[in-house]
C-alpha cells in the first residue's frame, strides 16, 4: 500500500463476519481485511501485528500444504495511515449489519491484511472487464464423528450442523430450519450435491452469498433480512446462463436458471482444479462415520421410499471439498475426547506457564508446527506431547469446519481460450472458473472449552426437544395403527 495515496473513496464495505471486516476497493481486485473486537477489548499494535502475521504464516506453511497451492491466497499484512482507517471506519459504519455492530473495527494500530479480491476472477491487481459472478459457499463440517469417545448416541446419527440448526432457531439467530445438510455437500453424488446446493438458495443464512461484478445481491444478513427473492436472483443470472436466447421470464425461466447455477456450481466443486501437492495426509483420514445424517430430508425421503443410503462418498481427491474433508477429520477425537487432553496441556501450562512459547500454542505457525499435524496416531502415551499434538489438530480441524469457498465464474466465447484457465460448460453457455477458499485463521487455543460446552448445548437441546417430539409423533403413529388393528382384528 502506498501510505500517502490511500483515499477512503477509493474504497467500499464489502462484507463481514465474527472476527473481521473487509472493504474492497472501486477498481482494483483488492480487498483490507480488518480485524474487530468487543468494545474495551482492544490490543496493542505489537499484538495485532503478530496476530495477523500468524493468519498469514498459518496460511502459508499449513493450509496451502493441505489444501493446496491454487485454492489458498495468504496475502500480506498492510501497515496503514491511521488517517485513514479512521475515515474509513467512518464511511462504511452505516452500511454494517445491526447484528455485527457488537464489534468495533480496529481503527488504532493501523494494520490490515491486503488480499485478492476473491469475488473477482483471480487478476489480482486490476478488476477484468468482462462479468463475473461469484458463488461463497461456508460449507461447515462434513462428516459424523466416529471416535469411541462420543458419549452421545445422537452424535452418531445426526451431524453437527443439523442438531444446531434448532438451538440456532431457538435462540432467534435465525428465522426457520434449513434443509441444508453438510454431509449431502461433501457425499459427491450429484443428486444430494444438487438437493444441497437448492437448500442452500432457499434458506441462505450465514453459508451462501452471491456476488455479481463485486457486489453482493443475494444472500442474508441476520434473522431480520428479507425472504429470498428466486426470481429476482432469476433475473440477476439469466444473461449468465442463457446470454443470447429469449427465455421468458416467469417461473419457469426462473426454475431454468436456478438449475443452471446448481449443476454449474456442483461441476465446480468436483473439479480438481489444483496442480499442487494432493492430499498430504493419505494415508490414514479415509471417510469414516455414517454416510448420511438422519436429519437431511433428503436421507429422509429416501428412507420413506424404503431405498437404500448411498453409495459413500465419491468425491474426487484433487476437488477442494475432499481436501477440506480430510483436514477436518483431523478431528480424530471430537470433543468429548479432546477435552481431558486440553485440561492436560492446560494443567501442564499451569505449573511451566513458560513453555507456551516452546509448545508454540500462539505460534509461530512454520514448518516445525506444520510436521507436527501429520501425526495420525490416536494411542495416548499419558504425555503432554501426545495431549498437544492432538490439541493442535483439533484447532486447524476447527478451521476447516468454519471456512468458506469462493467460485468465480466468468463467461467465456465458445471457442476462445480462457488463458489457461478451468472451464465449465453449462447447457447455454461456458465458464472460466476459479475456486479458492477463505477465513482459514487458526481457531485460538483458548475457544476449546467453549467449544465443549456448546457441543453439550447443542445435542442436549436437539435431543430435548426435536427427539422427543419425533418421539411422540412415532408413539401416537404407533398407538393409532395398534388401535387399527385391533379395530381389524374384531371385524
Ligand atoms: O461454532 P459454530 O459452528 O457455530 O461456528 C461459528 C460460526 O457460526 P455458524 O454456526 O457458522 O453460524 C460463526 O459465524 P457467524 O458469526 O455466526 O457468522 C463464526 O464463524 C465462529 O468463528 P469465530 O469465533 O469467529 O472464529 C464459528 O465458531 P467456531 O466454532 O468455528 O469457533
Ligand atoms: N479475499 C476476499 N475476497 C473477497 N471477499 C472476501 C475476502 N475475504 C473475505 N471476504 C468477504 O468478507 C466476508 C467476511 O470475511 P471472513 O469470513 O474472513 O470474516 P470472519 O469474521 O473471519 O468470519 P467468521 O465469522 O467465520 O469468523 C466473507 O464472508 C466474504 O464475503
Not at 473477482?120 to 459472478?133: G, V
Request: proline share 5%; charged share 25%; net charge positive.
Amino acid at each position: 500500500m502506498e501510505e500517502g495515496k490511500m483515499d477512503e473513496n477509493e474504497w467500499g464495505y464489502h462484507g463481514e463476519g465474527n472476527k473481521s471486516l473487509v472493504v474492497a476497493h472501486a477498481q482494483r481486485c483488492v480487498v483490507l481485511r480488518f480485524l474487530k473486537f468487543p468494545p474495551n477489548r482492544k490490543k496493542t499494535s505489537e499484538e495485532i501485528f503478530q496476530h495477523l502475521q500468524n493468519i498469514v504464516d498459518f496460511g502459508k506453511n499449513v493450509m496451502k500444504e493441505f489444501l493446496g497451492e491454487n485454492y489458498v491466497h495468504c496475502g500480506e499484512v498492510v501497515q496503514l495511515p491511521l488517517e485513514f482507517v479512521k475515515q474509513l471506519c467512518l464511511k462504511i459504519q452505516s452500511e454494517r449489519p445491526e447484528s455485527r455492530c457488537d464489534k468495533d473495527l480496529d481503527t488504532l494500530s493501523g494494520y490490515a491484511m491486503c488480499l485478492p479480491n476473491l469475488t473477482r476472477l483471480q487478476t489480482y491487481h486490476f478488476a477484468e472487464h468482462r462479468p463475473i459472478l461469484c458463488v461463497e459457499i461456508k460449507p461447515k463440517c462434513g462428516f459424523i464423528p466416529f471416535s469411541s469417545d462420543v458419549t452421545h448416541e445422537m452424535k452418531h446419527k445426526v451431524c453437527r450442523y443439523c442438531m444446531h440448526q434448532h438451538l440456532k432457531v431457538a435462540t432467534g439467530k435465525w428465522k426457520q430450519i434449513s434443509k441444508y445438510c453438510p454431509l449431502d455437500l461433501y457425499s459427491g453424488n450429484k443428486q444430494r450435491m444438487h438437493f444441497a446446493l437448492k437448500s442452500l438458495l432457499q434458506e441462505a443464512q450465514n453459508n451462501l452469498k452471491i456476488f455479481k461484478n463485486g457486489e453482493l445481491i443475494y444472500g442474508c444478513k441476520d434473522a431480520r433480512s428479507p425472504v429470498a427473492d428466486w426470481s429476482e436472483l432469476a433475473h440477476h443470472l439469466k444473461p449468465f446462463f442463457f446470454p443470447s436466447n429469449g427465455l421468458a421470464s416467469g417461473p419457469h425461466c426462473t426454475r431454468a436458471v436456478i438449475r443452471e447455477l446448481v449443476h454449474v456450481i456442483t461441476r465446480v466443486l468436483l473439479s480438481s482444479s489444483d496442480k499442487g501437492r494432493a492430499g498430504t495426509l493419505r494415508p490414514g483420514l479415509r471417510p469414516r462415520g455414517p454416510r448420511v445424517c438422519e436429519a437431511s430430508p433428503f436421507s429422509r425421503s429416501l428412507r420413506c421410499q424404503g431405498k437404500n443410503t448411498p453409495e459413500r462418498s465419491g468425491l474426487p481427491k484433487g476437488c477442494l471439498l475432499y481436501k477440506t474433508l480430510q483436514v477436518q477429520m483431523l478431528d480424530l477425537l471430537d470433543i468429548e475426547g479432546l477435552y481431558p487432553l486440553y485440561n492436560r496441556v492446560e494443567r501442564y501450562l499451569e505449573e511451566f506457564p513458560e513453555e507456551r512459547k516452546t509448545l508454540q500454542i500462539d505460534g509461530p505457525y512454520d514448518e516445525a508446527f506444520y510436521q507436527k499435524l501429520l501425526d495420525l496416531s490416536t494411542e495416548d502415551d499419558g504425555t503432554v506431547a501426545f495431549a498437544l499434538t492432538k490439541v493442535q489438530q483439533y484447532r486447524v480441524a476447527m478451521t476447516a469446519k468454519d471456512c468458506s469457498i469462493m467460485i468465480a465464474l466468468s463467461p467465456c466465447l465458445q471457442d476462445a481460450s480462457s488463458d489457461q484457465r478451468p472451464v465449465v460448460p453449462s447447457s447455454r453457455s461456458r465458464f472460466a472458473f476459479s475456486v479458492s477458499v477463505l477465513d482459514l485463521d487458526l481457531k485460538p487455543y483458548e475457544s476449546i472449552p467453549h467449544q465443549y460446552k456448546l457441543d453439550g448445548k447443542i445435542v442436549n437441546y436437539y435431543s430435548k426437544t426435536v427427539c422427543a417430539k419425533d418421539n411422540a409423533v412415532m408413539s401416537t403413529r404407533f398407538k393409532e395403527s395398534e388401535d387399527c388393528t385391533l379395530v381389524l382384528h374384531k371385524v
